[in-house]
């Protein structure tokens, strides 16, 4: 009976396991469908509502007319959009080496071991603790002609006063100048980091070669510690391509349009001049930069792994 009785149970048990295992398996698609809703209400829709007002001539207040792509041929023949992608190119690359070099300069400093270094490293990375806004209001007050503290410390130094953001020759490198104070602390403590980690055994073969510290740095620290520099690449690069706050508040793009970025040539022509469909046009391009420069960054950042 026992022999009979064990290939029932075993029998009538797999059926129950197959249609268990039937009957849970699709329900497991209802735990992604609410992400899958916040991501269709948060990013797809909008792109795809952009998508369709960069085809339409419509300015708040009137109707929409269906123009195809004519907004895109006006931006093509737009001066002033032209310029503006000048400056966000000058703006983005000085926004980026600049901090990567000074911040990576910093991170080989603080390294080493000295008196008061975590006093100093503290005070190092408060600028990065503050608001953008905050910042831009500071150094607004700084950069006065007649008034702010920069111009009286140039006099002290026996050099004439400087316009800074009051001239157009001077404006953008007087941004960056903002940016690079900013934020040069983050990427000195993502270099710090990778610093931190690197192994003493080459640093200890290369001394007994006779190396120097310049040859220990080029051949051994820059290679081992370079993925870091390219994550600090990637994160400064959208950090300066979608700034906005800093320049609006100091500049508002000026003086009249010499530090006039996409950032704000889309603003000002969204809630300015009421232009949407000619704004979403702008949206729609700045986007296609931003794919294509973060495909090369992150290809850039592949190869920059140590086995590669």
């Known amino acids: 009976m026992t022999s009979t009785s064990l290939p029932a149970n075993l029998a009538s048990a797999a059926p129950a396991t197959s249609t268990t295992s039937q009957d849970f398996t699709p329900r497991y698609w209802l735990f992604s469908l609410p992400a899958v809703l916040v991501i269709a209400a948060v990013i797809v829709f909008p792109w795809l509502f952009t998508l369709f007002m960069s085809t339409q001539d419509w300015k708040i207040g009137g109707g929409a007319e269906f123009v195809g792509l004519g907004n895109f041929v006006e931006l093509a023949r737009d001066q002033r959009f032209l310029e503006s992608m000048g400056h966000t ?3 983005t690359i000085l926004a980026v080496v600049l901090p990567i070099v000074f911040g ?10 000295f008196p008061f270094r975590g006093l100093l490293r503290t005070i190092f990375v408060m600028p990065m ?6 910042v831009a209001l500071v150094w607004t007050m700084m950069f006065h002609p007649q008034l702010g503290v920069l111009n009286y410390l140039l006099s002290l130094l026996g ?6 953001v009051y001239d157009p020759a001077t404006v953008i490198p007087t941004l960056v100048m903002v940016e690079v104070w900013h934020w040069t602390p983050l990427v000195m403590l993502i270099v710090l980091g990778g610093l931190a980690g690197l192994p003493r055994e080459p640093y200890e073969s290369a001394l007994i070669d006779g190396a120097n510290d310049w040859h220990m740095f080029r051949h051994i620290t820059l290679p081992l510690v370079w993925p870091f520099i390219m994550v600090a690449i990637v994160i400064r690069t959208i950090d300066a391509l979608k700034a906005f706050d800093t320049i609006f508040v100091i500049t508002q793009g000026g003086p009249g349009t010499a530090s006039e970025t996409l950032n704000i040539f889309l603003y000002l022509q969204a809630f300015q001049f009421y232009k949407i469909g000619y704004a979403s046009s702008v949206v729609v391009i700045f986007f296609v930069i931003i794919i294509m420069l973060s495909l090369l960054l992150l290809y850039a950042r592949q190869k920059s792994k140590w086995n590669a």
């Open 159 to 164: 050099i004439g006063p400087s316009a800074w």
């Open 104 to 113: 990576t300069a910093a991170a080989l400093v603080f390294h080493r071991e």
């Open 129 to 134: 603790m503050a608001t953008p806004v905050a």
């Open 89 to 91: 190119a000058y703006f």
